[in-house]
């Protein structure tokens, strides 16, 4: 692919080029990042170490953090890393690498999200036969069937961005190497290639929003048919949340990707970015995971845990 480009490293444009505000970018997104990865491993811990976790809802919980872990890793430390240094360089393979692993991390993401809606389907609506739908063998397959489809999507993707050339202005006018900002400073044609992109994001996101959507409507009409107060307040505090969660995520991916030109600016792309990549892997430990009574007692015993495993 580098064969086909007479550029050899980009210029990623970031959030400013003031020497106080790029500490002040540092200071921010470091302290983000680390509440992401922090709290995206403390889920990963606790559900390892707690049995009682050891369920289909919790294993895919396990799946949305490693993918939000790698999701906010391939962007911000590299960004971290230019602030620091008052550098904007990231060379050709670094750029592919980001391409790849962000559509693949945001591509996994809306699958299990999807998964974990039918998941919770099935929980509410056929509860006598969740442990037969929902077995081991059956969320090993789901699990794999979500990574290695975001892998190969993202790898259709990439290849196809840079076997165009690029050969006049190197600026991505983003702080990572996003897919639209490359296709931007192009010289080739790229009508093909955001055809692709359109086309690939409107069958997955749709045949996701479809059936999540769908899911929630047997979800809340079985649950508005539970007689207890209590039963309604369980099942909806378990399907509120994730509903949250794909809502933000599928809403600032789509309008980061498929939104029209006229919608764009330096500004624009920047916040939008930042939501899709940024956002989900601080917010869905807090939105999803620590409001769950379960994850909270299996963090709280998360030391003692710990402290018996090493002595």
Not at 289 to 301: E, H, M, P, T, W
Request: glycine share 4%; charged share 10%.
């Amino acid at each position: 692919m580098a064969n086909q480009s007479t550029v050899t490293e980009f210029l990623l444009m970031g959030f400013s080029d003031d020497r106080d505000m790029q500490i002040l970018h540092f200071v921010m997104f470091l302290f983000i990042y680390l509440i992401a990865l922090v709290g995206n491993l403390l889920i990963i811990t606790a559900v390892i170490l707690d049995h009682d976790l050891h369920s289909p809802m919790y294993f895919f919980l396990v799946h949305l953090s490693l993918l939000d872990i790698g999701n906010i890793s391939t962007t911000v430390p590299k960004s971290l890393s230019n602030s620091l240094m008052n550098s904007k360089l990231i060379s050709l393979g670094g750029c592919v690498t980001q391409i790849l692993l962000v559509i693949t991390f945001v591509g996994g993401e809306d699958a299990i999200l999807t998964i974990m809606a039918f998941d919770r389907y099935v929980a509410i609506c056929h509860p006598l036969q969740y442990r037969l739908i929902m077995n081991r063998n059956a969320c090993i397959q789901m699990a794999a069937a979500s990574w290695i489809s975001s892998l190969i999507h993202a790898v259709i993707e990439t290849t196809s961005t840079f076997t165009l050339n690029f050969c006049g202005p190197n600026t991505i006018g983003q702080y990572f190497c996003d897919l639209p900002q490359l296709q931007k400073i192009s010289c080739s044609d790229t009508k093909i290639n955001q055809l692709l992109v359109l086309v690939i994001g409107l069958t997955f996101n749709s045949f996701f929003s479809i059936f999540i959507f769908v899911s929630y409507g047997y979800i809340f009409s079985a649950v508005l048919k539970i007689p207890s107060v209590q039963g309604r307040h369980k099942a909806f505090s378990t399907c509120i949340p994730h509903l949250t969660v794909f809502s933000i995520f599928i809403i600032t991916a789509v309008f980061s990707y498929m939104r029209p030109k006229t919608l764009s600016s330096p500004t624009v792309d920047l916040v939008a970015a930042v939501l899709y990549t940024v956002l989900p892997p601080v917010l869905n430990p807090f939105i999803y995971s620590f409001r769950n009574r379960d994850i909270q007692k299996a963090v709280l015993k998360l030391p003692t845990k710990i402290k018996n495993k090493i002595f």
